[in-house]
């Protein structure tokens, strides 16, 4: 998303308070999620994020890394545990033939279509909202998306 100037009448404390109640509600939800996701694949969580990263497009290992928010090293281990499981490939940059490139294989896209098919139902949170409600809070959220 590109960077947008803060609106004249905009308010940061007002927009750090919504954006860690956002996360907060998000990233705290999301625990048993992950846990199916796991029990579903057999690999851990940080597999499939990497994978996911992955099948945006080949990338470096160091691309990877950035894009996962991992050290390279971490990257490094988590390809070579992927390779070995016929995950994802190494093939030489065609525009940089001192540096290779990881691809999502066949194999990847099913763990990865798998691991993503999980159910996630909404936290129970969301239930004590009402409907219109629900219907701001996803009209907003789809603004900020677009």
Known sequence: MPYEPA???SDPELGEEVWA???HAVADSRDQWKRAVVDRTGMAFSRIRVLRRIAQGPMTVKDL???AAMDPPAATVTVNDLEERGLVVREIDPGNRRSKLVSITTAGQLVLAEALATPDPPPAALAR?????????R??????ES
């Open 7 to 9: 609106a004249p009448d």
């Open 21 to 23: 109640l956002l996360t």
């Open 65 to 67: 890394a950035r894009a």
């Open 129 to 137: 909202l009402s409907p219109a409600e629900l219907r701001t809070l």
């Open 139 to 144: 009209d907003l959220l789809r603004r900020i």
